[in-house]
């Protein structure tokens, strides 16, 4: 497997995986991911962008991950911060990178490869804070769970409906930089 840093049009061209990976690891119907697929396809012109990817050696794309600043008119920006006081609107979203998606293919999934996606994509990200959006779940039994607790991730918001979705998600963060952690590192050929 090889970690690499993706352009915009890097995830442009390869935007039929992209979507395939999305939807096997969400298991999310068809219809969905086609209105998936347009929204992804303007995230990349969004103000720092920055995207990771995973590929085998024979090229398949086996997880990304990508996330660009979080700014006002943004429809998840916009749904955030209407939720938050204005003290966490100062220190969350200030100057703040959005992470969006990360997804491994099920097959590929428990090898490292998300919290190697993770870190790659949080070194590479402009901004004092990070934020991102998860189901609502066991924080035990839940690997992407165990994965934003591992990379310090705290509670900003819990049990919060997005309008349109009826499962209830919570709103992770934490502050930028991330301290070196050798737990997911992967061999120097391989790094971002
Ligand atoms: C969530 C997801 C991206 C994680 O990727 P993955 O490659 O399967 O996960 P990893 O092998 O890196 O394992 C996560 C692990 O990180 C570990 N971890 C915690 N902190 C860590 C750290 N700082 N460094 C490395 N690993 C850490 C966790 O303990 C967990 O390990 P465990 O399963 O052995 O307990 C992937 O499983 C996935 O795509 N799931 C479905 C879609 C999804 O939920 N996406 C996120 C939605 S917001």
Not at 75 to 104: G, K, N, P
Not at 163 to 172: N, S, W
Not at 178 to 192: C, F, G, K, Y
Request: charged content about 25%.
């Amino acid at each position: 497997m090889r970690l690499v840093p993706w352009q915009p049009d890097d995830l442009v061209r390869r935007l039929p995986d992209v979507v395939a990976v999305y939807g096997e690891a969400m298991g999310y119907r068809k219809e969905l991911l086609e209105t998936r697929r347009g929204y992804i396809a303007a995230h990349v012109r969004r103000p720092g962008f920055r995207a990771v990817a995973t590929l085998t050696t024979d090229g398949q794309l086996a997880g990304f991950g990508y996330g660009y600043t979080s700014a006002g008119g943004q429809w998840w920006h916009d749904q955030v911060r209407s939720a938050l006081s204005d003290a966490e609107r100062r220190t969350w979203l200030t100057d703040c990178f959005e992470v969006v998606e990360l997804h491994v293919r099920p097959a590929a999934q428990g090898h490292r490869i998300g919290s190697r996606q993770l870190r790659a994509l949080l070194a590479m990200a402009a901004g004092s804070t990070c934020l991102l959006s998860t189901p609502e779940a066991d924080e035990k039994t839940s690997r992407a769970w165990r994965l934003y607790r591992g990379f310090g991730f705290i509670d900003v918001l819990r049990d919060f409906h997005f309008p349109g979705d009826e499962r209830a998600f919570a709103v992770l963060g934490r502050e930028l930089p991330l301290a070196a952690d050798r737990r997911d590192a992967a061999p120097a050929a391989e790094r971002a």
